[in-house]
């Protein structure tokens, strides 16, 4: 089967991203005061062959993780299946 | 003294300057292609500054997933000495060489201009006996904010460090946002050091405001 599998990478809590409080100073809470805070991260989305949302899964964090597609010391991750076809 | 590789990944630009400078502060270098890099053939390689790979991902993080780089991690564990200026000491942090990383500037510009910087440590090949405590030359990049979780263990790391012309590091002196005004780090034996200034943009009379050439200074520290 072929999964959609995002992969989100984000600035750790403490360590600043000046890109997210850029956008929240001048754009965000400039548009509507309900804007509590932005954070700007990359993401990426890849088609993965697999049999299961959970070996795709563990797939793309090793990949990022031993080829370093994020820095653990500065960010964190977020993996997630967002699509699946192929499937009986 | 043996040779020193100047590695050229695609989007390296500085490679030619850094080999100039070399041969000027007495280095024997050659300039060698990523994929031709040998590390039988040579005692010491310097990791140049440019855009590696657009610096697609992250500054130096796809560099740092090359073979080139598996080797130089090798070279670095048998004490040979590695030097990486700019988008290289991006690349040695990607590739785990050098503890920390480096983010994005604070204030998300490439910046570009001369700084001042002070001599923290003398204990690393680059730095070994220089007599001058406060060094001039040019900085030029976007992702230079040197960033460790352990302020006490970049203390000990922290080679140079940003500040004014007498050596003292305030916060007006920082370009970039860095951890205390942190400009270079080395590993813990001295042997790999990583810079963000360009010391071979301080290399010749003629090309400096102040006909500064204190990149000579450090960059004879391979042919020492």
């Not at chain 1, 820095?71 to 967002?82: S, T």
């Not at chain 2, 030029?140 to 922290?158: N, T, V």
């Amino acid at each position: 089967m072929k999964f959609t599998v995002e992969l989100i990478i984000m600035n750790k809590e403490g360590v600043r991203d000046p890109e997210g409080e850029t956008l929240q100073k001048y754009v965000a809470e400039k548009f509507t005061s309900k804007f509590l805070s932005t954070r700007v991260g990359k993401y990426l989305r890849f088609e993965v062959e697999g049999s299961s949302g959970e070996e795709v899964v563990e797939l793309v964090k090793r990949l990022a993780n031993e080829r370093k597609l994020y820095n653990p010391l500065v960010h964190k991750i977020e993996v997630r299946v967002v699509g699946q076809d192929g499937g009986d | 003294m043996g040779r020193t590789a100047v590695i050229k990944f695609p989007g390296t630009t500085c490679e030619v300057d850094v080999y100039r400078a070399l041969l000027e502060a007495g280095v024997e270098a050659e300039v060698v292609k990523y994929r031709d890099f040998d590390p039988d053939k040579y005692d010491a390689v310097v990791l140049p500054g440019g855009f590696s790979y657009g610096d697609y991902l992250r500054a130096g993080a796809i560099a740092a997933n090359t073979e080139a780089v598996r080797l130089v991690k090798e070279m670095a564990n048998e004490g040979k000495r590695v030097l990486g200026i700019c988008n290289g000491f991006q690349i040695l942090v990607e590739a785990g060489l050098l503890e920390g990383a480096l983010l994005p500037n604070l204030n998300l510009r490439f910046v570009s201009k001369w700084v001042y910087l002070r001599v923290l440590r003398k204990d690393t090949f680059l730095t070994e006996g220089i007599e001058k405590d406060v060094l001039y030359m040019p900085i030029a990049h976007a992702e230079g904010r040197y960033y460790h979780p352990d302020e006490e263990r970049a203390k000990r790391l922290a080679v140079l460090a940003y500040s004014n012309d007498r050596g003292e590091t305030s916060q007006d002196h920082n370009p970039n946002g860095s951890l205390l005004n942190i400009a270079s780090v080395a590993n813990e034996e001295g042997n790999v050091v990583g810079m963000m200034p360009h010391p071979e943009r301080a290399s010749f009379k003629l090309l400096s405001p102040n006909s500064s050439t204190d990149g000579l200074l450090l960059l004879r520290g391979l042919a020492r």
